[in-house]
């Protein structure tokens, strides 16, 4: 089962021999089973990895995240073929019905808003009660944009009557490392399964590729919210980037068991594409984690 999350920085050489990735620097090299790996981030544009590699990574499903100068993550790797029916799971995916897809909109925002309000209630702020309000107001599909709501009290509650996800900041910076990270994780397991990232249930933006990656992942953000408020950054450097990073091994528990995220994410999507199908609610298993 992969649950590494290896980062490679600096100057070195990234190449596969008889199943490890080795990672090689002018000082050491270290070696990690390819089997162990479920995220490869190449941190730094002075990284080398040879094409045998990446072949053999794509292969085994491991998400590959190449870092801009900045060292902020730029763009993925993804099989164009996860599963071998494949075209039989897009098929399936293009036939979901409007109906399966408001109900299961409607969960993953209950998800959402119970998180945002969890991390509220850990820092302490008063607002947690509006957003239990929105909570009982949810129809399906959203159609009173509670989650729209909920963002705006959320996010004013949590950083300042002043703050803007537009700004440049790097709280800011930092929020949107770490959502790039579960991004990725997300977009990884829809891909294993099959399925393609572009349709999505509720984002629809013609130029997102990840369009079904941004629906799955919504409930999940309140982890990095709790983490970065936690951290209260002055600048988003090495340090705060590892802190996010490491949020993918976090434990956190799925249907009572407890998981490493990477893995509970399999499982939280797999119950994602069942309720799309299906139409019940019930066969999604959302993760449930303490802050």
């Given at each position: 089962?992969?649950?590494?999350?290896?980062?490679?920085?600096?100057?070195?050489?990234?190449?596969?021999?008889?199943?490890?990735?080795?990672?090689?620097?002018?000082?050491?090299?270290?070696?990690?089973?390819?089997?162990?790996?479920?995220?490869?981030?190449?941190?730094?544009?002075?990284?080398?990895?040879?094409?045998?590699?990446?072949?053999?990574?794509?292969?085994?499903?491991?998400?590959?995240?190449?870092?801009?100068?900045?060292?902020?993550?730029?763009?993925?790797?993804?099989?164009?073929?996860?599963?071998?029916?494949?075209?039989?799971?897009?098929?399936?995916?293009?036939?979901?019905?409007?109906?399966?897809?408001?109900?299961?909109?409607?969960?993953?925002?209950?998800?959402?808003?119970?998180?945002?309000?969890?991390?509220?209630?850990?820092?302490?702020?008063?607002?947690?009660?509006?957003?239990?309000?929105?909570?009982?107001?949810?129809?399906?599909?959203?159609?009173?944009?509670?989650?729209?709501?909920?963002?705006?009290?959320?996010?004013?509650?949590?950083?300042?009557?002043?703050?803007?996800?537009?700004?440049?900041?790097?709280?800011?910076?930092?929020?949107?490392?770490?959502?790039?990270?579960?991004?990725?994780?997300?977009?990884?397991?829809?891909?294993?399964?099959?399925?393609?990232?572009?349709?999505?249930?509720?984002?629809?933006?013609?130029?997102?590729?990840?369009?079904?990656?941004?629906?799955?992942?919504?409930?999940?953000?309140?982890?990095?919210?709790?983490?970065?408020?936690?951290?209260?950054?002055?600048?988003?450097?090495?340090?705060?980037?590892?802190?996010?990073?490491?949020?993918?091994?976090?434990?956190?528990?799925?249907?009572?068991?407890?998981?490493?995220?990477?893995?509970?994410?399999?499982?939280?999507?797999?119950?994602?594409?069942?309720?799309?199908?299906?139409?019940?609610?019930?066969?999604?298993?959302?993760i449930e984690y303490e802050l």
């Amino acid at each position: 089962m992969s649950w590494r999350v290896v980062v490679v920085s600096g100057n070195a050489k990234v190449d596969y021999k008889m199943n490890y990735l080795a990672i090689r620097k002018l000082d050491e090299t270290r070696r990690v089973h390819i089997t162990e790996i479920g995220v490869l981030i190449l941190e730094s544009t002075a990284i080398s990895i040879t094409a045998y590699a990446m072949c053999e990574l794509i292969q085994h499903k491991v998400k590959v995240i190449f870092c801009d100068r900045q060292r902020n993550p730029l763009g993925e790797v993804m099989p164009l073929y996860g599963s071998h029916d494949t075209s039989d799971r897009v098929r399936s995916q293009v036939r979901w019905s409007r109906e399966h897809k408001d109900l299961v909109w409607r969960e993953i925002v209950r998800a959402k808003i119970k998180g945002q309000r969890d991390v509220l209630l850990a820092q302490g702020r008063s607002a947690a009660s509006l957003l239990t309000g929105y909570l009982e107001q949810l129809t399906p599909g959203d159609a009173t944009n509670r989650e729209g709501h909920a963002a705006k009290v959320y996010f004013n509650a949590l950083f300042g009557l002043g703050f803007s996800r537009d700004g440049d900041s790097p709280v800011n910076g930092a929020l949107n490392y770490g959502y790039s990270l579960l991004l990725s994780a997300v977009n990884r397991e829809i891909a294993a399964a099959g399925y393609i990232t572009q349709l999505g249930i509720f984002h629809d933006n013609a130029f997102n590729p990840y369009n079904l990656g941004c629906d799955f992942m919504e409930p999940l953000r309140p982890l990095v919210d709790h983490e970065v408020v936690c951290m209260r950054p002055e600048a988003l450097g090495k340090e705060e980037k590892m802190a996010l990073v490491r949020l993918l091994n976090r434990e956190v528990r799925v249907d009572g068991r407890r998981h490493h995220l990477l893995y509970a994410i399999r499982l939280y999507c797999a119950g994602l594409f069942k309720a799309l199908q299906s139409g019940d609610v019930e066969e999604i298993k959302m993760i449930e984690y303490e802050l």
